[in-house]
């Protein structure tokens, strides 16, 4: 077996085209593949102001890196690295000094909050006391932060990592949950209507599989192993996770599939979704747009939080 | 050959002349992990010796 391109010797086989590729060739396929997906859904457009979502894992030190190099020499546009510390004892704090030390080296602005500054106390503190899915409320606090903090520092889009292994787990889990809804808000650029309230979300490494992060990512000599999150395991997501992964290993090509049929179908739904869209409140505590008078966020801080 | 599992700090005694074989017996989906030989990425095509010194790193993240 050797490089499709080059016959050099190859350090990955691609599920989806069964193509092997040598270093050289395989990083090479995969900023074209970021730019593509930036360049086909207009992820980044003049002017823009990005917030890019980072934890030091993988996924988004890579996006960092592919943004700041794509937007190289582009005057008009800003990226500013934010981070939330969640409080994860021995997880987090050496995520974030691995992110430091990557902003400074490649002069990114930085900024970092955390759930104990914005909430009074760190997830390691509620999961004292709280005895749901830690994931659970660990997204809802940080898809809140991310949001807000875009905003005071005034982004155009805020930047996400989520790969193709992400993506398609939220597809099958919203079905699973009878939520389809929820689907409506997914795709390579969120959201269904422009709404000043939510920042939009983009998402540059859409069409990478988790494997091929973490394979740009060591060949980059970022990272030479991926912690994953010691809450991970206990969440919905980790089994869905489980269960594509093993569809991917028996019939290659699944995660892709379902993508790739998502992509056809996800037009309908974001115009069937319009009106719902349209009917979104703001919290009455808050500010912060939701479904009900007072959102998710608001009711774990007066629930959980502060019980 | 000695083989190093990232994922639980391990290290295991197996015999496999291939990463595939390998990944087989250690019952381990290829789709979750990488596999450096001697400190290089490779294939499951990837042939392998009792010299060589290999590591599986798991790849999920994020919850």
Avoid: W
């Avoid at chain 1, 995969?30 to 979502?53: G, M, P, Q, R």
């Avoid at chain 1, 970022?222 to 093993?246: I, Q, T, W």
């Avoid at chain 2, 010796?49 to 999920?60: A, M, P, R």
Wanted: contains cysteine; aromatic residues 8%.
């Amino acid at each position: 077996m050797v490089c499709k391109n080059c016959r050099e010797k190859p350090v990955i086989k691609l599920t989806n085209s069964n193509i092997s590729l040598c270093k050289n060739c395989y990083i090479k396929y995969f900023e074209k593949k970021v730019k593509k997906t930036i360049s086909d859904y207009k992820l980044i457009e003049k002017n823009d102001n990005i917030a890019i979502a980072c934890s030091g894992g993988k996924d988004s030190t890579v996006l960092l890196y592919l943004i700041k190099k794509i937007i190289k020499g582009r005057k008009d546009i800003k990226i500013t690295a934010l981070a939330i510390d969640e409080g994860i004892h021995n997880y987090r704090d050496k995520s974030l000094e691995f992110l430091k030390a990557f902003c400074k080296k490649h002069e990114i602005e930085l900024k970092i909050f955390s759930y104990k500054e914005e909430f009074s106390k760190t997830l390691d503190e509620i999961l004292k006391t709280y005895k749901g899915i830690p994931c659970s409320i660990c997204g809802v606090l940080r898809r809140y932060l991310l949001n807000k903090k875009s905003k005071e520092l005034e982004a155009t889009k805020l930047a996400t990592g989520h790969n193709l292994d992400d993506e398609s787990q939220s597809i099958i889990m919203n079905m699973f949950k009878n939520n389809i809804k929820m689907s409506a808000r997914l795709g390579p650029i969120t959201g269904i209507i422009k709404d000043e309230r939510f920042i939009p979300r983009i998402k540059p490494l859409y069409f990478l599989t988790e494997k091929e992060v973490a394979t740009y990512a060591f060949l980059k000599g970022f990272m030479d192993k991926f912690n994953e999150c010691p809450n991970s395991p206990y969440s919905y997501r980790g089994y869905v996770r489980d269960m594509l992964n093993s569809l991917e290993s028996k019939y290659p090509g699944t995660k892709h599939a379902i993508i790739t049929s998502f992509l056809e179908i996800m037009p309908l739904l974001k115009n069937h979704y319009k009106k719902d869209q349209d009917a979104i409140k703001s919290c009455s505590l808050c500010n912060e747009p939701c479904s009900q008078e007072i959102c998710k966020t608001c009711q774990y801080i007066e629930n959980v939080i502060k019980a | 050959m000695k083989i190093y599992i990232e994922k639980t700090d391990e290290y295991k005694e197996v015999e496999a002349s291939t990463v595939k074989e390998l990944l087989e017996k250690l019952k381990i989906n290829p789709t979750t992990i990488l596999v450096t030989k001697n400190n290089e990425l490779v294939t499951e095509e990837e042939k392998l010796t009792n010299k060589d010194e290999i590591k599986i790193l798991s790849v999920i993240s994020g919850g």
